[in-house]
DNA sequence: ATAACATATGAACAGATATTCATATGTTTT
DNA sequence: AAAACATATGAATATCTGTTCATATGTTAT
């Protein structure tokens, strides 16, 4: 029985011979590049220990950037760019009052994934 | 009425006067620095293109490295690498047969945190 | 208008990260 | 025992990321 040549692993052979049917369906059900992509960004958006300390923060209510600050112990400026990363992700929104900028969590599929990498970790 | 001093922001004297009693409520419920560091660990292992996939291809069933090759279409050390990375996280376990090393999603906060955050992209 | 306040932004630098390449390890077949 | 197979690992490199510093923007009070 003659088996193809792997374009992606050319060393090998065999490769991608063991479960040929799995892989021909799970392939069109597979999330694409770009779903992938994106999917990818917003988990980074998470992975910065002081963008994670700036949720949790929030999870308590809308707070202006300097109670932020307060709570997390880092200089204005490098919570602010946090804070843009967090708001590109779509995981924070703002709205003004006064000199103030109130921030707050998104929705609530940003408090679910917290928590649910909360209780990952207690494990 | 006097301001105190704020250490965090030494250019500021009005810093963390806004909202006072809510930020010392909130220090005492914040996760620690310990906890976030963990969090935001899990989710640097969920930060990556190719990790993502290689996640959803598991969603699918358990899998060998090289069926996981085949549908991701990277190259053999670069899932290894990544596998490696996903292991240490926690998020997947492996279980050998053979030659082969068969690797599965490890929870259900796994799957979960993959459907929720593939919903919020969806928006 | 001017000063003070609250926050954002750009550049720069140090540290982290993903891939590649070469090679090693563990398993099965011959 | 040797060869082939399946996967892991270490080093190197180019790229990305987070903080800091200096400064800009927008708002309110004087």
């Given at each position: 029985m003659?088996?193809?040549k792997c374009l992606e692993c050319p060393h090998h052979i065999e490769c991608?011979?063991?479960?040929i049917e799995l892989v021909k369906r799970l392939a069109e059900k597979m999330i694409t590049e770009e779903e992938a992509y994106y999917v990818s960004e917003l988990?980074?958006?998470l992975s910065d220990m002081t963008?994670?300390?700036i949720l949790f923060?929030?999870?308590g209510g809308e707070m202006c950037v300097c109670d932020i600050q307060e709570l997390v112990g880092v200089t204005q400026s490098a919570i602010s760019h946090q804070?843009?990363?967090?708001k590109q992700a779509g995981l924070v929104r703002y709205r003004r009052e006064g000199k103030s900028l109130?921030?707050?969590i998104a929705d609530d599929h940003v408090s679910t994934m917290l928590a649910t990498g909360l209780e990952h970790i207690s494990e």
């Amino acid at each position: 029985m003659e088996n193809e040549k792997c374009l992606e692993c050319p060393h090998h052979i065999e490769c991608g011979g063991k479960n040929i049917e799995l892989v021909k369906r799970l392939a069109e059900k597979m999330i694409t590049e770009e779903e992938a992509y994106y999917v990818s960004e917003l988990f980074k958006a998470l992975s910065d220990m002081t963008r994670v300390r700036i949720l949790f923060s929030l999870l308590g209510g809308e707070m202006c950037v300097c109670d932020i600050q307060e709570l997390v112990g880092v200089t204005q400026s490098a919570i602010s760019h946090q804070l843009r990363t967090l708001k590109q992700a779509g995981l924070v929104r703002y709205r003004r009052e006064g000199k103030s900028l109130y921030y707050s969590i998104a929705d609530d599929h940003v408090s679910t994934m917290l928590a649910t990498g909360l209780e990952h970790i207690s494990e």
